[in-house]
């Protein structure tokens, strides 16, 4: 039987089973910043038989340096070794495998059978989570692998909320479920476009997003059809709205998608998913949808967001025909290093133009969102300036509010 949800306690009603909020990270500086905006556990990839090649994939020595992370702040490191293996692919695995577990990793996310016997024979202490590239749709292909000693499924992108209902109450097994991020136009863990297009495989860490590209359409004559080249591609999930009723439903893991995107666009997406799912917990009857966690969603970089396959098949709603858009409404401008609460001075890391004059939104894990004009400004040497246009560059300016070390701002576009 699933675990119980929430309990009367002290005649209210709380949540005791809360779900793990599952970020992505694909280096160092991402994951920190997944832990600090409040992720409980992140996935990342090794150097090593995982999907996400063109990652920037972490070594040994960086996974010592995660695990040691998120352990001082009470989190856990998944490591992806989901390729699908082919001959040359398996030699090596076995030592690997002992050097994730002697690291100390919580988890991996496997795909093919024998990186999940071969965890199971060498009677390591980490987990051993299904892989969403296995497309497991049903609760008896949870059972298989189930028998074959897997601890989590990643349930595929493609399982509705309503087969999700009926997958709870019929297996004990922890389940993974996505929230946020990317979607497949094909069905994810089974498309070729890449490997025909690009000679770069798809599951095994290539894909080169080909069905994103620009097509042109032609009738049975050969003949153009319309003017404008034809692009495919997919909505991005976000499941916001649908938070509360995943979390009655006793899903352990919320997972967000893009091990590729940027530090701001992580902080943004955990941090809002985190706030959300802490005040469903904290009331889950007195809890009313604030339209506030759409509208900070919608400042990370991102497509058009859609609900995917949750409400069942998705329909041409869900697609992007013809629209290749990315299009965040705000841009990341710097992060917070210290603050000066005397002088009301913030020392920060410049990441994009900004100038005196520019309105910005400072955002943080922990106070809520500040907008200002930026009034003073100054270089490394504290010489006032007129414009930060060198990323990296360490600037400072008068803010006055307290701010927190890797609180991070971004322009506010009028
Ligand atoms: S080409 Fe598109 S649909 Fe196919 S695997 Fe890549 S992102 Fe998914």
Not at 72 to 81: D, K, L, R, W
Not at 202 to 212: K, L, T, V
Not at 248 to 258: A, N, Q, R, V, Y
Not at 313 to 334: I, S
Request: hydrophobic share 40%; net charge neutral; with cysteine.
């Amino acid at each position: 039987m699933p675990k119980k949800v929430s309990e009367i306690i002290n005649g209210r009603r709380v949540i005791v089973k809360k779900p793990e909020l599952l970020a992505p990270a694909g280096n160092l500086e991402k994951l920190k910043t997944a832990i600090l905006y409040g992720a409980d556990a992140v996935f990342i990839g090794g150097k090593e038989f995982s999907l996400r090649s063109s990652a920037s994939n972490f070594s040994l020595e960086d996974i010592q340096e995660a695990v040691a992370f998120a352990s001082e702040h009470g989190a856990h490191i998944h490591v992806t070794t989901n390729i699908v293996m082919h001959e040359e692919n398996l030699e090596g695995l076995e030592d690997y495998l002992k050097a994730l577990d002697a690291l100390g990793v919580t988890a991996i996310i496997c795909a093919d059978p024998h990186v999940i016997l071969t965890a199971k024979r060498l009677g390591l202490k980490m987990e051993t989570h299904l892989s969403t590239q296995m497309s497991t749709t049903n609760e008896k292909a949870i059972a298989f692998w189930q028998r074959q000693g897997v601890d989590r499924v990643v349930l595929a992108r493609e399982v509705s909320y309503a087969e999700l209902k009926q997958i709870r109450v019929r297996t004990d097994l922890d389940l993974e479920y996505f929230i946020h991020g990317a979607m497949c136009i094909n069905l994810s863990g089974r498309c070729m476009l890449s490997n025909y297009y690009s000679r770069r495989d798809a599951n095994r860490g290539g894909c080169s997003q080909s069905c994103r590209w620009f097509y042109q359409l032609y009738d049975k004559e050969g003949q153009p059809v319309g003017q404008e080249p034809f692009t495919m591609s997919s909505r991005d999930l976000s499941l916001l709205r649908e938070i509360p009723a995943l979390i009655e439903l006793g899903i352990d893991s919320f997972k967000i998608e893009g091990r590729m995107k940027s530090i701001h666009y992580i902080a943004t997406v955990v941090s809002c998913y985190r706030k959300l799912i802490d005040a469903y917990c904290a009331d889950p009857d007195g809890f009313v949808f604030d339209e506030f966690y759409e509208k900070e969603i919608a400042k990370a970089a991102n497509r058009s967001l859609g609900k995917g396959f949750f409400y069942g098949v998705a329909d041409k709603k869900g697609q992007l025909f013809n629209l290749r858009d990315e299009h965040p409404t705000q841009e990341f401008v710097m992060r917070v290093i210290s603050y000066d609460p005397q002088n009301q001075i913030a020392k920060v890391e410049q990441r994009n133009h900004f100038r005196v004059g520019q309105q910005v939104e400072f955002f943080s894990p922990s106070h809520p969102n500040y907008v200002m004009t930026v009034e003073q400004l100054y270089n490394e040497a504290f010489e006032p300036i007129e414009v930060a246009n060198h990323p990296m560059e360490i600037l400072y300016l008068k803010v006055d509010r307290p701010l927190m070390p890797n609180d991070m701002a971004r322009k506010v576009r009028t």
